[in-house]
T-cell receptor, first 115, second 112 residues
């Protein structure tokens, strides 16, 4: 089956620093990747849509200067949380869309804790 | 984004029992997806549905794409302890550029 990896799985950083999260599709090419945020006991909240070779599209209320997204290739998208603050602490999950069957496969998630 | 109406919110069942959950929407979808998420992990795709009326099975799981294209259900037969988790439905509209709308999730707890 299709596999999506995320790195790191957990990260703790100090307030004011930046953190980069990588999302890779391992066995298929993904022209579109999505970034989600999930709070405890809640559903997934879409943050942005990342298309290879073009600028990301952000959902309403998501600060594009704070959450920088780069989709460098058909298998890699990165999310950088800039000047992180404790309220940015959350579970961040990416997904990659299989261009052939339009199914979305999720990564294992990254737990970000900002102290 | 918008959420689908997913019910029930939680289910506490005994091992061996069947489980049924459903999602409804005011919008028409061209794809329905069902995912399972365990604590601290990302959702795992269980079943994908592409046609109205389609009934698809994956082992003990069966899901159907409603005829109206506004609803879907997931059944788990003969539940086992490892079925524990949160199940999410997700719908994709034809003009959504791949964006999914998620249900709030159904938490399934299976007791031996």
């Amino acid at each position: 089956g299709a596999v999506v990896s995320q790195h790191p799985s957990r990260v703790i950083c100090k307030s004011g620093t930046s953190v980069k999260i990588e999302c890779r599709s391992l066995d298929f090419q993904a022209t579109t990747m999505f970034w989600y945020r999930q709070f405890p006991k809640q559903s997934l909240m879409l943050m942005a849509t990342s298309n290879e070779g073009s600028k990301a599209t952000y959902e309403q209320g998501v600060e594009k200067d704070k959450f920088l997204i780069n989709h460098a290739s058909l298998t890699l998208s990165t999310l950088t949380v800039t000047s992180a603050h404790p309220e940015d602490s959350s579970f961040y999950i990416c997904s990659a869309r299989d261009g052939t069957f339009y199914e979305q496969y999720f990564g294992p998630g990254t737990r970000l804790t900002v102290t | 984004g918008q959420q689908l109406n997913q019910s029930p919110q939680s289910m506490f069942i005994q091992e061996g029992e069947d489980v049924s959950m459903n999602c409804t929407s005011s919008s028409i979808f061209n794809t329905w997806l069902w995912y399972k998420q365990e604590p601290g992990e990302g959702p795992v795709l269980l079943i994908a549905l592409y046609k109205a009326g389609e009934l698809t099975s994956n082992g003990r799981l069966t899901a159907q794409f409603g005829i109206t294209r506004k609803d879907s259900f997931l059944n788990i037969s003969a539940s086992i302890p490892s079925d524990v988790g949160i199940y999410f439905c997700a719908g994709q509209a034809w003009d959504s550029w791949g964006k999914l709308q998620f249900g709030a999730g159904t938490q399934v707890v299976v007791t031996p």
